[in-house]
């Protein structure tokens, strides 16, 4: 897997960057693999179906956060790679 560990397998986020960690597991553990914004007592949060959800949606927080198009586009364009949306 290398590099991809690092980051939400749902969202792309760094996971280092989640305050809170990752998210939490049904039996309360954190998840390795998931955030806390995607993933809470064992089931995404969200209606999330496709990777092109997911890009959306976060290319507009990325958006409202002052992100520029060029970097909203380079966060997100490994989505569809991540272990949530790989087919
Ligand atoms: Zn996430």
């Known amino acids: 897997m290398g590099n991809l ?3 939400c397998q749902s ?3 760094p ?3 989640d305050p809170n960690h990752g998210g939490t597991n049904a039996d309360g553990s954190k998840s390795a693999k998931y955030c806390s914004y995607c993933y809470e007592n064992g089931a995404f ?3 999330f179906t496709s990777a ?3 890009q959306e949606f976060v290319r507009a927080q990325l958006k409202k ?4 198009l060029f970097t909203r586009y380079l966060y997100t ?3 569809p790679q991540l272990q949530r949306w790989k087919k």
């Open 52 to 54: 092109k959800e997911m």
């Open 11 to 13: 969202c792309g986020m």
């Open 15 to 17: 996971l280092e960057k």
């Open 45 to 47: 949060i969200g209606n």
């Open 77 to 79: 364009m490994h989505i």
């Open 65 to 68: 956060q002052g992100y520029w």
């Open 5 to 7: 560990d690092k980051f």
